[in-house]
């Protein structure tokens, strides 16, 4: 799958899931969608993942954990909410078993104590943190009137539901603005509106499209948005904070969105591209994405101590942008929302330990290992 492909698969995503949480009115409740949020905010912190920090030996973030009977009760009984303690506990008048502990500050309200109990009700069914489930496609709804993509079936069919109808197509200088302010970050040109406004054909929207995308100006915008993520700085971050030569690496970031380049090349050459075998050098040149945490060169600091924090930014970094989880709550305990320990987090940091770049930068613009 390519970058571009990746981006707008991710966006239809987007918007179905937009689309159908008003669907759970009517359909089965789903787990990541309408409970987790209510347990992860209200029960994780003593009841989830962090077994040093759980209470009651009670872990509600699993199955097996809200399953088994405690003292002959059952926190969650599926099908059953009026045997399961978990909603008994929660819907007492006695602040000593009031649940969450009123001393949180936290309180389930009435439509979330109603979606609790439908869940139970229909079976509570548990699935794995969003970000490990494979992603299914959807079927687009079927919907009267005219569809262009099956976005346009998941939003009409949204507007149905809450009785409301879809504002009038937008005018063609609009339409050219909108996508060109989205696909390149500036606005079109008067010379551009005047060739998409005298084109006449059905094609015009898509070839508007295709011209974009094939614009240098493309991947500059996004690769802006990467970057963000990416925490690419010409700076070095700390200390005196000066001048750092890491355009190269935001260069073939550019390069690589205008190439095309496969997401699964993309993501290989950035983490481990002079690795490869025979690495040309713009993989080498990829590999910066490894080299944009703070460095700094200030003289009271222990050098180990940095190193382990630089490994440390590369690790949370790689969970939150690959991983899809927040990986950095595991730097000081075990992960109380995510299923990641400690352990995990610094074994997965080991690999990002194994770095020949000094601690210290020098304060110099190009510190070493450097390509020349």
């Given at each position: 799958?390519?970058?571009?492909?990746?981006?707008?698969?991710?966006?239809?995503?987007?918007?179905?899931?937009?689309?159908?949480?008003?669907?759970?009115?009517?359909?089965?409740?789903?787990?990541?969608?309408?409970?987790?949020?209510?347990?992860?905010?209200?029960?994780?912190?003593?009841?989830?993942?962090?077994?040093?920090?759980?209470?009651?030996?009670?872990?509600?973030?699993?199955?097996?954990?809200?399953?088994?009977?405690?003292?002959?009760?059952?926190?969650?009984?599926?099908?059953?909410?009026?045997?399961?303690?978990?909603?008994?506990?929660?819907?007492?008048?006695?602040?000593?078993?009031?649940?969450?502990?009123p001393e949180t500050n936290k309180k389930i309200t009435a439509a979330q104590i109603e979606i609790l109990r439908r869940w139970i009700k229909e079976g509570a069914e548990y699935k794995k943190h969003w970000s490990f489930e494979a992603p299914i496609k959807t079927a687009p709804p079927k919907i009267s009137g005219p569809v262009r993509n099956p976005i346009d079936a998941f939003i009409q069919a949204r507007l149905a539901e809450e009785g409301l109808k879809a504002a009038p197509t937008a005018s063609r200088e609009t339409?050219?603005?909108?996508?060109?302010?989205?696909?390149?970050?500036?606005?079109?040109?008067?010379?551009?509106?005047?060739?998409?406004?005298?084109?006449?054909?059905?094609?015009?929207?898509?070839?508007?499209?295709?011209?974009?995308?094939?614009?240098?100006?493309?991947?500059?915008?996004?690769?802006?948005?990467?970057?963000?993520?990416?925490?690419?700085?010409?700076?070095?971050?700390?200390?005196?904070?000066?001048?750092?030569?890491?355009?190269?690496?935001?260069?073939?970031?550019?390069?690589?969105?205008?190439?095309?380049?496969?997401?699964?090349?993309?993501?290989?050459?950035?983490?481990?591209?002079?690795?490869?075998?025979?690495?040309?050098?713009?993989?080498?040149?990829?590999?910066?994405?490894?080299?944009?945490?703070?460095?700094?060169?200030?003289?009271?600091?222990?050098?180990?101590?940095?190193?382990?924090?630089?490994?440390?930014?590369?690790?949370?970094?790689?969970?939150?942008?690959?991983?899809?989880?927040?990986?950095?709550?595991?730097?000081?305990?075990?992960?109380?929302?995510?299923?990641?320990?400690?352990?995990?987090?610094?074994?997965?940091?080991?690999?990002?330990?194994?770095?020949?770049?000094?601690?210290?930068?020098?304060?110099?613009?190009?510190?070493?290992?450097?390509?020349?």
């Amino acid at each position: 799958m390519n970058f571009t492909l990746t981006i707008m698969t991710l966006r239809v995503l987007l918007f179905s899931l937009i689309a159908t949480s008003a669907a759970s009115a009517a359909g089965k409740l789903d787990f990541n969608r309408d409970i987790r949020p209510i347990l992860s905010d209200n029960c994780f912190a003593c009841h989830g993942f962090d077994a040093k920090k759980r209470k009651a030996d009670l872990r509600l973030d699993t199955p097996e954990g809200a399953f088994k009977a405690i003292e002959g009760a059952f926190p969650i009984k599926p099908g059953d909410p009026e045997a399961s303690t978990v909603l008994q506990r929660i819907l007492t008048h006695d602040e000593d078993e009031l649940m969450p502990p009123p001393e949180t500050n936290k309180k389930i309200t009435a439509a979330q104590i109603e979606i609790l109990r439908r869940w139970i009700k229909e079976g509570a069914e548990y699935k794995k943190h969003w970000s490990f489930e494979a992603p299914i496609k959807t079927a687009p709804p079927k919907i009267s009137g005219p569809v262009r993509n099956p976005i346009d079936a998941f939003i009409q069919a949204r507007l149905a539901e809450e009785g409301l109808k879809a504002a009038p197509t937008a005018s063609r200088e609009t339409l050219i603005r909108r996508v060109t302010l989205d696909l390149t970050g500036l606005p079109p040109t008067p010379e551009e509106i005047d060739a998409f406004l005298a084109d006449t054909s059905e094609q015009a929207y898509d070839r508007l499209v295709d011209r974009l995308l094939k614009s240098e100006r493309y991947g500059e915008h996004m690769g802006r948005q990467w970057l963000d993520v990416a925490r690419y700085a010409d700076t070095h971050g700390l200390h005196l904070d000066n001048e750092r030569a890491m355009w190269p690496y935001r260069d073939w970031v550019i390069g690589a969105l205008n190439r095309n380049l496969p997401f699964d090349q993309f993501v290989v050459e950035q983490l481990a591209g002079d690795l490869l075998p025979n690495p040309t050098l713009e993989q080498k040149v990829a590999t910066g994405f490894c080299r944009c945490n703070i460095t700094t060169n200030e003289g009271g600091i222990i050098d180990e101590e940095y190193k382990v924090l630089y490994a440390r930014d590369r690790t949370e970094t790689f969970g939150q942008i690959f991983l899809g989880t927040t990986a950095g709550c595991a730097v000081c305990h075990d992960h109380k929302f995510d299923p990641l320990t400690m352990r995990d987090f610094y074994s997965l940091s080991a690999f990002f330990d194994n770095t020949t770049q000094p601690v210290r930068d020098g304060n110099i613009k190009d510190t070493p290992p450097i390509l020349v």
